[in-house]
């Protein structure tokens, strides 16, 4: 009786722990929302309550009159879409030849990946300042679209190594043996298989891209080229003091695309993750 007794206390406990995670997740989002719907006064109230008493779409009105709001989520989408699909066209084909063409070169290479990450954005910030000025690529979003891929390239790179070596490689043999070449049967016998691995891999590198403010404060100068993050920056006053009604408007905003392309393909994503976690 005290195994059952014990195996069932340890489930529960994972539970709690499991729902104080979520609860921990969930908290500042909800807090966000309950925020922006709240009218001035609920604001600065000295007692603050979680569902407004007098809920209002007065932040949102503001937020749209007082910033371009629309065409820097433009910017972003566009930023963020072209540097997840470039990232991934690259990525998928390298990431094939370093798992299967195992050496100490390849080894190498994914050493440096994992180590690349571990680098400051402060500490390349001027020297590709200085290279994007050279090739005439300051204030616009084709430098930026090449900077966030170059960025998110190593990460991407990093998890389709492990969705690739997830994938027999007696498939591809086979298709040797029929007469396919490399390409055709990456084409056409691996990259299908990979389908899971690789649309988890886009995806976040969408949301880093969409998520991404260091860069695109330095590099866009002009407001009709900025992204959605720089922009909600404008909300802040002269001594930091925050609009906070419109502020949280915006930001609230600023998480729904992410939230519906992450709601839209999430089974594809559970996939690729239990995929790219088994070896054959």
């Known amino acids: 009786m005290t ?17 104080c995670y979520l609860v921990f997740l969930a908290f500042p989002f909800l807090w966000l929302i309950s925020t922006a719907f709240k009218p001035p006064r609920e604001l ?23 910033q371009p709001l629309l065409q820097a989520a433009g910017n972003s989408l566009i930023a963020a879409l072209a540097a997840a699909l470039i990232a991934v066209v690259i990525a998928t084909p390298m990431a094939w030849t370093m798992a299967r063409r195992r050496s100490r070169l390849t ?115 002009t407001p009709e080229k900025q992204t959605l993050p720089v922009v909600l920056t404008h909300f802040l006053g002269a001594e930091g003091v925050a609009d906070l009604g419109p502020l949280a408007a915006a930001a609230f905003l600023a998480t729904i695309p992410s939230l519906v392309i992450f709601a839209i393909i999430q089974k594809r994503i559970t996939g690729g993750m239990l995929a790219g976690a088994v070896k054959s």
């Open 3 to 19: 195994a059952p007794r014990t195996g069932r206390a340890g489930r529960a406990g994972q539970y709690a722990a499991l729902l």
């Open 44 to 66: 600065g109230s000295l007692h603050p309550t979680w569902i407004p008493v007098n809920p209002t779409l007065e932040n949102f009105r503001q937020a749209f009159d007082e």
């Open 107 to 221: 080894t190498a290479a994914t050493g440096w990946v994992v180590v690349s990450q571990a680098f400051p954005f402060v500490l390349v910030i001027i020297p590709l300042f200085l290279v994007l000025k050279n090739l005439q690529l300051i204030n616009t979003l084709s430098g930026l679209i090449m900077v966030y891929v170059v960025w998110s390239l190593p990460f991407a790179l990093w998890m389709l190594v492990g969705y690739v070596r997830a994938v027999p490689s007696e498939l591809e043999e086979a298709a040797a043996v029929d007469g396919a070449g490399r390409l055709r049967t990456l084409v056409s016998v691996t990259a299908p298989l990979l389908a899971p691995g690789i649309v988890a891999t886009a995806l976040f590198a969408f949301i880093t891209a969409w998520n991404e403010f260091f860069f695109a404060l330095v590099l866009l100068k």
